[in-house]
Structures are given as C-alpha cells and as structure tokens.
C-alpha cells in the first residue's frame, strides 16, 4: 500500500487555498467569536495527509487561517495542493511561490479533475479520486523529489474503495479556529440535475464508509479539539437511502455515549421529506439543520434543469415537514435561469415569505465544466469568457437586468427585521420540535462555556449596544434571555450578523452576485 513506509523521509507541505469572502462562509461572523478564522476544515486533502507514509513528516497550512511562510516552504521536499475552481487564482499563486522556493508542486481535487488545463504550471496533477493514481504519486515522491522535466498527469483507473479510507489528519490543523466541522460518509449522487457536475465528477452511484469509520472520524475531531457542530459534506446524503439508515442508528448510539457533544447538519434532496422514518432518526441523533438545493419556486425551471424530485412534494409543505421535525432549512436559489422573468425576484422573495427559510443563499447561474448545462451553452454559444462579469452565461434576460435583480432580494430578504423575523418563525415552529439533549458534561465543558459566554458578550457589544440594527435584534434577543435561551440569541446573533453584513455589501455592489465569481473576490472582509 501507498502509506506503508517506503523510501527515505519526505517532508510534505500540504497547502490549502484561501476562500475570498462569501456569502457561505460567513466571515462577517468570526468578529464576534472566540477566534474562529475559517468556515471549515478541508476534508479532501486531509485525508491525503493521512495517506502518506507514516515515516514522512508532514505540515498542514490552511491558508483561510493564515499563509504558508516562505520559511514552510524551503522546509518542504514537496508541495501537495488540492481545492475547487473558485481557488483557482490562489491554487496557482501556491506553485508559483513553491516553485520560487526550488520546490515540486502537486496538485488534486475537483478542480484539476474537471480541468487540468487550467493548471500548466504544477509539475504533478492528480486527476480523479483517492486511488491508484495516488500510489502512483506517492511512489514517484519517494524516488525522487526533483521537478520532473515535463508536467505529469496521473489519473485514477482504480479507485481506493471508501472502506479503506484513512481517518483525516484532523490532529494537523487547529479545529476550534473553525466554524464548524466536516465529515463525509458519501462520495456521488444519483440525480443529474444540469448544472450540477458532481455526478461527472464521482458517480450516479454513491460510494460509502462504514458506519463504524464515521463514529471514529467523529471521535477523532472530539479529541483534536472540536466544538459545535459537524456538516456532513456529501453531496446527497440521501444518495444511498438504505446505507443512511444503517449509519444512522450508530450516530444516534454515538451521541449518546458523548452527552450530544456535537449538532450535525448535512445536505440532501428536498424529497427527503418524503422519509419520515429516516427524518425521525436523524432528529434523535440531533441533526438541526439541512441544506436543500430548492433553487428556484418556478415548477417549469425545475423540470427544465432535471431537478423534478424537488416537486414530488409541494416545496413549501416539505419545508414545513423539515421543520416539524426540528430542522431549520437553508436554501440554493439561483437566478439567471433561462425561464426567469423580469417578475422572477418578486416570486423569490413572495416564496422566502411563505417558506420563512432564515437563509438562503441566492446566487446567479454559473456553467461548470462537465455539465449539462456547459454543454448545452457550449452548443449555443452562450458562455462567456469575462472577468468583468460575475457569471459565465449569456442569459436571455439583458446581464445588468439580472444583477440587479439579484442586489434587490438580497437587500429585502436580509433586511433586519425581516431577517428577525423568519428566525422568530423558526423560534416556534421549528426550534421546539429538536430533541432536548442533556446538560452532560461534554456540553457543559469549561472549553464550550467559555465560547458561549465570549460570543454572547461580543454579540451584546457589538451588536446589541453598538450595531445599527439592534432594534431588530433586541425584539428578537430579549425574550429569548428572559427565558434562559442564551444558545438561540448566540446562533442567531451570528448567523444574522454576517447575512446582514453581507447584503448590505451585495447591495451596494461590492459584493459578487456569483459564488464562483472571481470579479473583485479579493476584497477583505471589513473589521466590525
């Protein structure tokens, strides 16, 4: 096997690109914690660390936590790299300065195996998932960690069954510096919806751990340091609907023998709604959030994009299911589809009134590579190579029409006391409905008391006494403090701060309208 101890020592520098700011990572938030300084920890290359040789010593820079030092990169023999298009710019500026530091570059993950071409520079490039191809790398690292004369491709034939995967090297990064944690059970999903390019990346049909794998991953991120909550990152994690039932009764047995030390949160087809025997599970092992690819309330879009599954319940009643069962929902909603109207931001915003879902994350149409949807466009020639624009198709309603459609539901749908007020609905019809899990003493360590209070104080500051929008809060925040519900005005407080801030920004331009934007994504948070 790949990680047996093999050739001499190596020391390996694993790199992670920087995120610039988004509306999914909230950064407007860390301001108010107790020094959390990224969204979350990136699974794919940890688990790459923990493939290498056991014998190679290994460094782990996050550059959302901080950058590499030149210092780590003359340490290194080789520089391991992974992320997704948005890094691009940054995955590219990490060769460049291990190349000026005389060291050899490798780079994985979605990105490269979707485009390799976007990548000339990296001496290596790891096309595909954990497999032969990383033996491969691994093996030539040991040989030699000289740059080769030419760049070489390795790409995955045989793909490392996910029983066999290594526990992520969680040991190598500080996770309380994380918003929340990550763990995935699953790779692929079964469902082809156009603009999505995950089934061309791993499969229609989802690869799984075994249960026993996850409890020990969940272990190990208690052990390093975790606090809070776990996000599932599976694309669907309803994709194997018969292997999530196994799974879950171990996550259940898992919280209870841990004193509900963690919430968990993941992402799954809306037509989960329609499994009430796996949503009663999933609330016994304390799940209190899902993220739901609604994308648009428009019946025709969604038959259009393939997305149909989302109509086997009418959308609102399955968000009243979730919710009936203690999950807050959070939505994808996309703009600049080809069916959308002049009137189509008026229908999302009449859609988050009924629905009453906190946050969604609305953002315009983008094209990936191995897609549908790039294809189809490719065919009519309408993508659009600009970075002047935030988003690379050629819609059918004028560019500038849908931006600002976009900065309008933004600045409405995050307005203070609108915003306050989706969360008080959720305050009765959801937040009630969660399993109450014990005072334990993992609950109520010195380390997640500490946090609390520290983010509650910092909330009350800033924004209770100092923001220009505490009116709203308080309407929200005082009842809550008079009832002792010091965790709601804690999670509400800092989701809201950063949603507040982030639309404020998007509505006045400074923010891109794209998730995979990269026009001005260099632009630093501001210091609240």
Excluded at 259 to 268: D, K, N, V
Aim: charged share 20%.
């Amino acid at each position: 096997m790949a990680n047996q101890d093999i050739g001499p020592v190596r020391n390996i520098l694993c790199v992670f690109p920087r995120y610039a700011p988004s509306f999914g990572t909230f950064e407007y938030a860390y301001g108010l914690t107790d020094g959390i300084r990224a969204f979350m920890p990136p699974q794919g290359l940890l688990v790459i660390a923990a493939v290498l040789p056991g014998h190679w010593r290994v460094r782990f820079i996050d550059e959302n936590l901080a950058p590499a030092s030149a210092n780590e990169f003359a340490w290194a023999d080789a520089v391991l790299v992974s992320g997704m298009h948005i890094q691009r710019r940054q995955i590219n500026d990490i060769c460049a300065r291990a190349h000026a530091a005389g060291r050899v570059a490798a780079l994985g993950g979605p990105s490269v195996s979707s485009c390799p071409d976007y990548y000339p520079a990296f001496d290596y490039l790891h096309v595909g998932e954990l497999g032969d191809a990383t033996d491969e790398l691994i093996e030539r690292l040991a040989r030699d960690v000289a740059p080769p004369q030419r760049q070489v491709v390795l790409t995955t034939r045989e793909r490392r069954d996910m029983t066999a995967f290594p526990l992520p090297a969680y040991e190598l990064l500080p996770l309380s510096r994380y918003f929340i944690g990550s763990i995935q059970f699953s790779s692929g999903c079964p469902y082809q919806c156009e603009f999505c390019d995950i089934p061309g990346l791993y499969g229609r049909n989802p690869r799984l751990k075994a249960p026993e794998q996850i409890t020990a991953e969940l272990d190990k991120l208690l052990a390093a340091g975790l606090i809070g909550s776990v996000y599932f990152v599976d694309d669907n994690f309803i994709g194997n609907r018969r292997a999530v039932q196994e799974l879950l009764p171990h996550l259940i047995d898992w919280q209870k023998r841990n004193g509900y030390a963690l919430q968990f949160a993941c992402e799954a087809t809306l037509n989960i709604a329609r499994r009430p025997d796996i949503l009663a599970q999933m609330r016994e092992a304390y799940f209190t959030t899902i993220f739901c690819g609604i994308e648009t309330p428009d019946h025709d879009a969604l038959k259009a994009m393939a997305k149909s599954h989302n109509l086997m319940v009418p959308i609102l009643d399955s968000v009243a299911t979730l919710n009936g069962y203690g999950m807050e929902v959070v939505s994808g909603i996309i703009l600049g589809l080809d069916t959308d109207t002049p009137n189509s931001g008026e229908s999302i915003l009449d859609f988050i009134e009924q629905s009453q879902i906190p946050m969604l994350t609305i953002n315009l149409l983008q094209a990936l590579p191995r897609t549908p949807l790039w294809d189809r466009l490719a065919r009519e020639n309408r993508l659009v190579d600009d970075p002047g624009r935030d988003s690379n198709v050629d819609f059918r309603l004028p560019y500038d029409q849908v931006v600002a459609m976009w900065r309008s539901c933004m600045a409405r749908a995050y307005e203070p006391d609108r915003l306050f007020a989706r969360f008080e609905h959720q305050a009765r019809a959801t937040y009630p409905n969660r399993l109450k899990p014990p005072n334990s003493r993992q609950r109520l360590s010195w380390p997640n008391l500490k946090r609390g209070l520290t983010m509650l104080a910092k909330i009350l500051w800033q924004v209770g006494l100092r923001g220009d929008y505490r009116a709203a809060f308080w309407a929200f925040a005082w009842p809550k403090l008079k009832q002792g519900d010091i965790e709601r005005v804690i999670a509400v407080g800092l989701v809201a701060h950063h949603l507040i801030l982030f639309a404020r920004g998007a509505a006045s331009g400074r923010q891109t309208a794209s998730y995979y934007s990269t026009r001005l994504r260099e632009a630093s948070v501001p210091a609240e």
